[in-house]
């Protein structure tokens, strides 16, 4: 029963305030809502948003969301609609958001009564962060809602001198790579290099950098342990995490952990020049295919077992399926063979696993790689 109880609880917040609207932006969560509305309520719904995400704060990003939630709602509910149609872009400097359905429209009398507490309350929301909330409806003719909202000043990217970005994977020949790739597209950009996860470290405190491309698995230190310090070193820092790894393994475990994208080493050249791009705007990129699932696993719907373990716990596994000792991780990680071995009894638990073999299996069959 409790545990009924905590999922209904977080099913309740991530409908609210999903949490991809915070990892990927108003944009990305404006898609996500659009396919979860047409999903449950078996209405066609087309969202139309840009490709890149539109930087405004956290609660004008919140207000616009909700508003978008709440008009669905009341179509979902009453309008008898067939079709929704939303529309979300930058228009006169300010963000516009429009909601159009083709329902059997508002009464005249609802439109402006102070009982009608769904418009009161999206009007409201908008007005308070010095937005415009405007309704059109005709009866068997539809509804439109229609928000704007004041951007920032400094929405768009402003670039003084060279963009720095450091690239960081303990092979050189993919560095290389990395850096014609990117330097064909951005002319004006600087690359500086890191081959193990200290010389990030250091490459970082010694310039400042305006992106960090890390690849996630490097000798040493994780590049989870490299991430965790960048964000707190560096919290405004974009980072693009390279691995080897398929997406639906590793992206929801690093965009948790605090990187601004993730791209399969595997993926087209012209997807990284596409989220290189997006970050150094300030946005997020992630495959659009694993919205859903990034929305479910950070909302806190069910996981599989290997996302139920923590980052130090996956790390410790990646390292025990390689065949080291305990002593030897411990020595790595800077913690007791004591410390290893209770994160070892915890990998076996959520795992659902009696022993090491059984522990190797599994990562084989999900396709976890061993550390090196």
Known sequence: MADEVIQCVQKIATDLRPAVLDSLGLCAAV??????????????????????????????ATAVFRILQESLTNVQRHANATRVDIVLRKEAGQLLLRIRDN??????EALNSPMSFGLTGMRERALLLGGQ???????????????????P???????????????????????????????????????????????????LAR???????LDIFMPGRSGLEVLDEVRRQYPVLPVLILSSAPEEQMAVRVLKAGASGYLNKQAAPE???????????????VNPALLERLAGEIGGAEQSPQEALSNREYIVMRKLIAGRSIKE????????????????????????????????????????EEEG
């Open 31 to 60: 898609e996500w809502q659009t396919r979860d509305f047409q999903k449950h309520a078996g209405i066609p719904c087309r969202a139309s948003v840009p490709e890149k995400d539109i930087s405004v704060g956290h609660d004008t």
């Open 103 to 108: 329902g059997c429209g508002i009464p005249a």
């Open 133 to 151: 909330f405007e309704v059109w409806s005709q009866a068997e003719s539809g509804t439109t809602i229609e928000v704007r909202m004041p951007l």
């Open 153 to 203: 000043k400094n929405d768009t990217l402003q670039v003084m001198g060279k963009i720095r970005i450091l690239l960081s994977d303990d092979h050189q020949i993919v560095r290389k790579a990395l850096m014609q790739l990117l330097s064909d597209e951005f002319t004006d950009a600087e690359f500086c290099e890191a081959s193990t996860p200290a010389e990030t470290l250091e490459c």
């Open 207 to 213: 310039q400042p950098c305006d992106l960090l491309v």
């Open 271 to 285: 997807k990284l020049v596409k989220a290189v791009g997006k970050l150094l705007a300030g946005g997020r990129y």
């Open 329 to 368: 991780i411990g020595a790595e990680l800077s913690l007791s063979p004591k410390t290893v071995s209770t994160y070892h009894t915890r990998i076996w638990r959520k795992l659902r696993v009696n022993n090491d073999t059984e522990m190797i299996r599994y990562a084989q069959t999900h396709g976890i």
